[in-house]
């Protein structure tokens, strides 16, 4: 298992049907991503950014080929099986942010742990932790609208850490931010793939793109550019 | 997810947005407080008139002249098509029954009475000196009705207090002489009031011997004989025997109905028992209409919240958590309501014995708990399918709604 990529995707296709045409989101899609990297995937708008890492999140299936997640064929899975793997193994930061408007910072990012149905001494543990390292402690009470939007998705971060995943997904989390605040939620997400955590995001940003290790190039549908093409494959 | 987040989470879910929730709890109310308020005035019915002919006298028998028509096709009666007369002789025959502690005569009419130049139309009862304790009924002044020969009566007068009122005021009554028809009588007697009932009400009654009221309304026969059993266990006996006795009198010919207390009562339990399900069915059905709004608003909530279902399932919950957090709030809803209609429900019956403080309008402990059984069931039931549709929900697409 040394040799085990964290995510292998081969042949991986995903149709959506529009009325009479069909739509290849994801075309022959074929990629490996090890454990600990930092990939920044980047392409035009409706290029399947979106769709390629809503499938390695497990919110969608591939139409064909294989999903192997830390050597697990995942396709199979039965739907609770790929939930129990989305809340131990995957963290999600979305473009909007996606709080709870009724729950607090501290039960937002209390809530994958709440329906884990983690041990409540154990979660005030750790939220008290991730608002410390996150820099929430005051606004631990606050409701969502009662914050601004860097501090929203510094929520959102915490909440996709909170379970200690193998790989976060951000679906261009600066994408509703402005440039300085999008910088320091960026640092934030670099400082967690220092600590060993995989860390894919999904960037309109050529700028902020240039900072991951691995940048992946997608157009209609296919992985174009791959700056770590020189990897051996198998 | 454990239960008390479970709880938790339904009940943040249920206050963020408090108009729909207010609508549900209402409802789920309403239905409940109704099937509590109609089976409390159900059930009252029931007691009321339970209670009144409870009050009419204990182990009561009663004679009836003619035979009832349930008796079936009677060759004697094919004969001579006038029924024999239930007479005073064959009343006090019912005395010499081992099992018959007592007996009264009673013969009914209506007359006038006057006094100091006020008259009234009244209705006379004749009877004897054991009417007052076979009824159980109270006196307020004087005597009853002297015991002695049924067949020859004084020119006494026992009347009842509204009477009394009515023609003496503050004056005193007792010893007075009244007229009553073309006859002269002496008050020796006030009854008690005893209100509203069921029963012969005494109030604006007056009381003579039997004989005496036979002669005044020119008549031989009784209207009815009340019969006191010696015990309730011989109640059944103290028929038999009566129906025997005047069944001997009359030439071998059953011609009289006889009837016990019970019987009747029981007829009217089950009757009224009846009603009150009725009227509980119709009220379940206002459960059932909240049981749909329940279920229409659930489905508006789904539709509301499936960017946070999107979102519930990006963070790792199972379609089984989302139904059960859904169903959790139905039935939280629901049983909020429950509680709210069953409090309603008997504060509208406190209401309505306040108002009416004759009526018992309690209502019965299986309504009660009927009630808060449907409303949960029913809560739960409507939830099911929002529920189901959240847990189905596709997490990409509910994602990406705003
Ligand atoms: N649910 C869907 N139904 C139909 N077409 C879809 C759906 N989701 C995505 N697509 C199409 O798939 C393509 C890729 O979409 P997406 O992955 O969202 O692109 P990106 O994130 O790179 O902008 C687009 O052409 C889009 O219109
Ligand atoms: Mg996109």
Redesign the interface.
């Known amino acids: 298992m040394m040799n085990e990529p964290l995510i292998a995707l081969s042949g991986v296709e995903r149709v959506f049907q529009l009325g009479d045409s069909e739509v290849h989101a994801l075309h022959q899609l074929d990629l490996r991503i090890d454990s600990g990297e930092y990939v920044a995937v980047m392409g035009p708008s409706g290029s399947g950014k979106s769709t390629l890492l809503n499938l390695l999140g497990l919110l969608d299936r591939p139409n064909a080929g294989t999903y192997r997640l830390e050597g697990r064929d995942v396709t199979t899975l039965s739907p609770e099986e790929q939930a129990r793997v989305r809340s131990e193994r995957i963290g999600f930061v979305f473009q909007s942010f996606h709080l709870v408007p009724r729950l607090t910072a501290a039960e937002n990012i209390a809530l994958p742990m709440v329906l884990a149905g983690t041990a409540p001494s154990e979660r005030r543990k750790r939220v008290d932790q991730a608002l410390k390292d996150y820099g929430l402690t005051n606004r631990a009470g606050h409701r969502p609208n009662e914050l601004s939007g860097g501090q929203r998705q510094r929520v959102a971060i915490a909440r996709a850490t909170i379970m200690q995943p193998a790989v976060i997904l951000a679906d261009e989390p600066t994408g509703n931010l402005d440039r300085a605040t999008g910088e320091e939620v960026m640092r934030l997400l670099e400082e967690l793939n220092g600590k060993g955590v995989t860390l894919i995001v999904v960037t309109h940003d050529a700028a902020l793109g240039a900072r991951a290790q691995r940048q992946l190039r997608m157009e209609d549908g296919e992985l174009r550019q791959d700056s770590r093409q020189c990897a051996p494959r198998t | 997810?454990?239960a008390p987040?479970l709880i938790r989470?339904a009940r943040?879910?249920a206050?963020?947005n408090p108009l729909r929730t207010v609508l549900l709890v209402l409802a789920m109310s309403i239905g409940v407080a109704s099937v509590v308020v109609l089976t409390a005035l159900g059930d009252g019915a029931r007691r009321y008139v339970v209670n009144e002919f409870s009050s009419l006298g204990t182990n009561l028998v009663i004679v009836l002249p003619g035979k009832s028509q349930t008796g079936g096709f009677n060759p004697g009666n094919a004969i001579t098509n006038t029924p024999r007369d239930l007479t005073i002789d064959d009343a006090q025959a019912l005395l010499r029954a081992s099992a018959v502690r007592r007996v009264a005569p009673l013969a009914v009419g209506t007359s006038e009475i006057s006094v100091g130049g006020k008259l009234r139309e009244v209705m006379v009862a004749g009877t004897t000196a054991q009417y007052i304790d076979v009824r159980r009924l109270p006196l307020a002044q004087g005597r009853f009705l002297a015991e002695g020969d049924w067949r020859r009566g004084a020119s006494e007068a026992v009347i009842g207090a509204k009477i009394r009122d009515e023609l003496f005021g503050a004056n005193p009554a007792l010893g007075q002489l009244v007229r009553i028809g073309d006859r002269r009588f002496r008050i020796i007697g006030i009854m008690a009031s005893t209100g509203q009932g069921l029963g012969m009400n005494t109030d604006e009654l007056v009381l003579v011997p039997v004989s005496l009221a036979q002669a005044m309304f020119n008549s031989n026969t009784l209207f009815r004989v009340l019969v006191e059993a010696n015990s309730r266990e011989s109640i059944e006996l103290a028929k038999s025997q009566a129906t025997a006795i005047l069944k001997a009198r009359h030439e071998g010919e059953e011609d009289v109905t006889v009837i016990t207390q019970d019987a009747v009562l029981a007829t009217f339990d089950r009757l009224l028992g009846t009603l009150t399900l009725a009227v509980a069915g119709i009220a379940a059905i206002s459960l059932a209409v909240a049981g749909i709004l329940v279920m229409n608003v659930m489905l508006v909530s789904v539709t509301q919240r499936t960017?946070?279902i999107g979102?519930?399932?990006?963070?790792?919950?199972?379609?089984?958590?989302i139904r059960t957090a859904f169903l959790t709030e139905a039935a939280m809803l629901s049983l909020a309501g429950a509680v709210l209609g069953f409090l309603l429900g008997h504060a509208g019956a406190a209401i309505i014995r306040q108002l009416y403080p004759v009526y018992p309008a309690y209502p019965p402990d299986w309504a009660a708990i009927a009630g808060l059984g449907t409303a949960l069931v029913t809560g739960i039931l409507f939830g099911v399918l929002p529920a189901r549709r959240a847990a189905r929900l596709d997490?990409?697409e509910s994602?990406a709604k705003?």
């Open positions: 997810m454990r987040d989470f943040d879910a206050a963020g960017s946070e979102l519930l399932k990006a963070l790792g919950a199972t379609g089984g958590t997490p990409v994602l705003r």
